[in-house]
């Protein structure tokens, strides 16, 4: 089950990042657009970040899931120590 929340969490971050960098481009572009134009850019801005961006918010809740079950469960990355090696205190 962690493999389809960290699935889930690196989608989100994925779509949140992207969807971000490229409203961020299309505000700079449309600054140099006529009127019309610019409000046209805008409106698709807005769709862009209600389809991309707010969805991708539920990464918080991947992530508490993620979270939750790994610290129900063995880690992630499991360590091997080698026998011969000693640890100081």
């Known amino acids: ?3 389809f929340w960290l699935l889930v969490h690196v ?3 994925t ?3 992207g969807g971000g960098i ?3 481009v299309a ?3 449309a600054k140099r657009l006529g009127t019309g134009e610019r ?3 805008y409106k698709i801005i807005g769709a862009v970040q209600r389809l991309l961006v707010a969805p991708a ?3 918080n809740g991947s992530g508490i899931m993620i979270s939750r079950a790994s610290t129900q469960t063995t880690p992630f990355v499991e360590t091997r120590v080698n026998s011969r090696l000693r640890v100081c205190p």
């Open 15 to 17: 779509l949140w990042l």
């Open 22 to 24: 490229a409203t961020m």
């Open 39 to 41: 409000l046209t850019a």
């Open 27 to 29: 505000g700079i572009t």
């Open 11 to 13: 989608l989100g971050f």
């Open 57 to 59: 918010a539920a990464t």
């Open 1 to 3: 089950m962690r493999g």
